[in-house]
């Protein structure tokens, strides 16, 4: 992770914050007693879940700017160079002009075209298989709630009757595939020797604890802060979210970045709502696709951290340690 | 961390706080969005079957039980509804179709509950909590019911499921079986008298309602009541057509003006599982454009009003762009000085 700018990691935190906080934690106050210290405490905690997602999402167009640079610096994956750029032209658009019809198509269609050439990176190096498969699940499972998004919306630009078919077969293949992107992670590269699952187990038997006590509320906050609906069996979402945090820990261990990109992916959540979620998707899978474990015959071509963006001063070696 | 990072954080929070306090937007919503398409002419009110609702695409929108405050009924029956809208610039109907494969439009013994489907608009700025508003956050609930519907064809009462029962007498009325209109003392038909909706004679299937969280739902007063419904069951469907007004006079009711969007949100009741009230299948907001300009129906009467509103759209509409300008070149520049000071 020490390969990548400092900004980096002040994403992961703000986004988990952001995801966390303002996207879980304060949803749940629909459950709590409504007493003032209550009230209070989950006032200061919405100031403070907002503060985080704007943050979040400021950090996210200067990933996405410094990621668009480095593309076009090392001429690897070139089209996220402009198609980066265009998204957060396009973001800022939709601020003003609504959202919808061939803009929000564009947006969409960019979206994953973003992934395909991102995801479409690994299987053009020397590596074993199941580490190209492994990789490219998340691709998928941004690919689909893309294509779930992008139909309605063609559909309204094209001025067709619709309504769009598939769209809910769409969805669920999208969210299978979401769930099972930890496993081939874990599979990939999460199995270590040092037994992570001892910790891992913490959110998996939170999650569990969560949905026997109270299903319809843990199905609610888990469709606002990740957009799964847990229309799978409950074990295999316990299963993914046990194999997820046992890859983070590993990651974590040995200093790689997919544990951060696995971070940043369930930040941005699944078929997202907001523009800048879904950036925050394509950070994490591009996250993700420059680990060195995603090439591991071709070597990362990188710029090193040593030599960050013109626009801050000639850093040394030492950015690498902050 | 050394002091040029520290500062560029500094001043990536110093930016973040003023963009939260200012209330300037950084993200766009890329949810589900429902088009009123405009058309000019009349609209199909009370056809749910004319060829005119294929100019407006159809949206089909999730729904699962509502499952957050008591009364809760985790097996719910609608799954989802397909919705499609039109306006005309003068008025917006809402056709709102879903399966079901019985049709309970009766009310009379108290085992029995309708059919049912609502549409929710918010009336403060955001989007307040799906499920019936929150404090401060009230919300606009058209509410179409199936016994409503059938009323206006025919009243329904006990007689219309016990067709041979007997009775005496009923005072102060004209007629062996009367209606509320056949009372010649309004007294002795108080809630009538009173002007309770559900006594009176419907006007309209819908029900024009404001919330503002559980617990809370009002019905407007009687001459209040200005959405329009029809709907119509067949094959195991259900299709519901809204109308009203695009504008209202009233500060509890919804406004829409072309060129912008709102939210809306739906629910539905499957009278033959026994829902009713919070039991019941309810969306999340989904995003609802009306198609089209805005148009300035009331030009300003003099000089001054006219450049006192166009200095308002002035700061409406490039206020927050000059602001984020701003900001964006006071961040530039700053890390531009940064990077120049010695490590």
Known sequence: MNRFPIFFRWLVATALVDWLIGRMVTRSAIAMPKSPPVIAVYQALTVFGQLAFTFTGLLTLLVAIWIAWQSWQTR????????????????????????????????????????????????????????????????????????YQVLPAFYVALRWSGPPPFT??????????????????????????????????????????????????????????????????????????????????????????????????????????????????????????????????????????SQPIPVLSQTTAKAGKS | MNKRYLLSLSLLVALAIALTFFKVPIASSQGLTLVAAQMSGDLPATDPNSDLWQKATAVQVPLSAQNVTRPILLDTRVKSVTTRALHNGSQIVILVEWADETRNEQMVRVQDFRDAVAVQFPLAEGQPFFCMGQLGGNVNIWHWKADWQADIAALQDMETLYPNMYTDQYPFAVGALPAPADYTDANYVPA??????????????????????????????????????????????????????LTSKEQDDAAFTPGKMYSIAFAAWDGENNERNGQKSTSQWISLQVEGAAKVTNPPASGSANSQMNLQVILVLFGPIALIVLLTLGLVGIVFLISKLPD
């Open chain 1, 76 to 147: 690897r994956a070139t089209g996220l160079a402009f198609a980066l750029p265009i998204l957060i032209v396009l973001n800022t658009i939709s601020l003003f002009v609504a959202s919808a019809g061939w803009l929000a198509v564009g947006y969409q269609l960019l979206v994953m075209a973003a992934a395909a050439i991102v995801g479409g990176q690994v299987w053009r190096g020397d590596g074993e298989i199941k580490k190209k498969i492994a990789w490219s699940i998340p691709a998928l499972a941004l690919l689909a709630g893309g294509l």
């Open chain 1, 168 to 305: 809910e077969l769409l969805f669920n293949v999208g969210e299978l595939l979401v769930v099972f992107s930890p496993v081939g992670l874990w599979w990939a590269v999460g199995q270590d020797a040092v037994s992570p699952y001892k910790w891992a187990t913490i959110p998996a038997l939170a999650f569990v604890a969560a949905y026997l006590l109270n299903p319809a509320l843990t199905a609610i906050i888990a469709i606002w802060s990740t957009g799964l609906t847990l229309y799978l069996p409950w074990p295999l979402y316990a299963l993914s979210l046990w194999l997820a945090s046992a890859v983070v820990i590993v990651s974590l261990r040995r200093g790689d970045a997919e544990g951060w990109a696995l971070l940043l992916l369930a930040a941005g959540g699944y078929a997202p709502q907001l523009s800048t979620q879904a950036l925050l998707g394509l950070a994490g899978l591009w996250l993700l696709n420059s680990a060195p474990d995603s090439q591991p015959g071709a070597g990362t071509s990188l710029q090193p951290a």
């Open chain 2, 192 to 245: 009538l008298a009173s002007g309770n909706l559900f006594a009176a004679v419907h006007a309209s299937p819908v029900e024009d309602v404001i919330a503002g969280g559980f617990g809370s739902l009002t019905a407007q007063p009687a001459d209040g009541q200005n959405v329009q419904g029809f709907g119509a069951w067949a094959a195991g469907k259900w299709q519901v057509i809204f109308s009203r007004d």
